[in-house]
């Protein structure tokens, strides 16, 4: 079965990039997309089709895939941003989540 | 606007079925537009889709909980429903439901609505 493959967790200093990936076999070849979900809180979604963002999300929030890797970038980043988050993918009529990573804004 | 709403039993016994239903408020459910979904996340876990169904019936199931998982859509009611059977401890989780747009291509699996969720605790 196709699988997701995140980093546990990943710190940044407010104001500064945090960068997120997740890997799998041929990613590039497929959409990604990524989820925000606070502590408590149902999950959002603020990128999809590799690098679209939703209505209401935030300009600072972007997205890339390419090869195995697709990437998370969040610029200038707020406390708010403090969250998992947590990337997904279609393979073999199944849908696949990556095992999510805690970002910390320290 | 739309809104999704989980509702079920909080408690279920080992063994028995666990049944749940996400009613969409504010919208319709009969459209080739989207498609409607379950995923779970167990207490401090990660997120596990569970399956998806059009209002035309069709379903996909994730191949893991495939033999136990039953979806189905209401369109009278604008609900759909979430059946599985056999359960264990394991299956104790927070249960979403979520709402896919259908038009990006088949390949193209996003959900961009999601319930609230509801917690779900298999125990004697």
């Known amino acids: 079965s196709y699988e997701l493959t995140q980093p546990p967790s990943v710190s940044v200093s407010p104001g500064q990039t945090a960068s997120i990936t997740c890997s799998g076999d041929?990613?590039?070849?497929?959409?990604a997309c990524w989820y925000q979900q606070r502590p408590g809180q149902s999950p959002v979604l603020v990128i999809y089709q590799d690098t679209k963002r939703p209505s209401g999300i935030p300009e600072r929030f972007s997205g890339s895939n390419s090869g195995n890797t697709a990437t998370l970038t969040i610029s200038g980043t707020q406390a708010m941003d403090e969250a998992d988050y947590y990337c997904?993918?279609?393979?073999?009529?199944?849908?696949?989540f990556g095992g999510g990573t805690k970002l910390t804004v320290l | 606007q739309l809104l999704l709403q989980e509702s079920g039993p909080g408690l279920v016994k080992p063994s028995e079925t666990l049944s749940l239903t996400c009613t969409v408020s504010?919208?319709?459910?009969?459209?080739?537009?989207?498609?409607w979904g379950w995923i779970r996340q167990p207490p401090g876990k990660g997120l596990e889709w569970i399956g998806s169904?059009?209002?035309?019936?069709?379903?996909y199931y994730n191949p893991s909980l495939k033999s136990r998982v039953t979806i189905s859509v209401d369109t009278s009611k604008i609900q759909f429903s979430l059946k599985l059977n056999s359960v264990t401890a394991a299956d104790t989780a927070v249960y979403y439901c979520a709402r896919r747009p259908a038009l990006g291509g088949s390949s193209n699996w996003y959900f961009d609505l999601w319930g609230r969720g509801t917690l779900v605790t298999v125990s004697s």
């Open positions: 169904i059009f209002y035309s019936g069709s379903t």
């Open positions: 504010g919208g319709s459910i009969s459209s080739s537009s989207y498609c």
């Open positions: 041929k990613l590039g070849d497929k959409y």
């Open positions: 997904q993918a279609w393979d073999s009529s199944t849908v696949v």
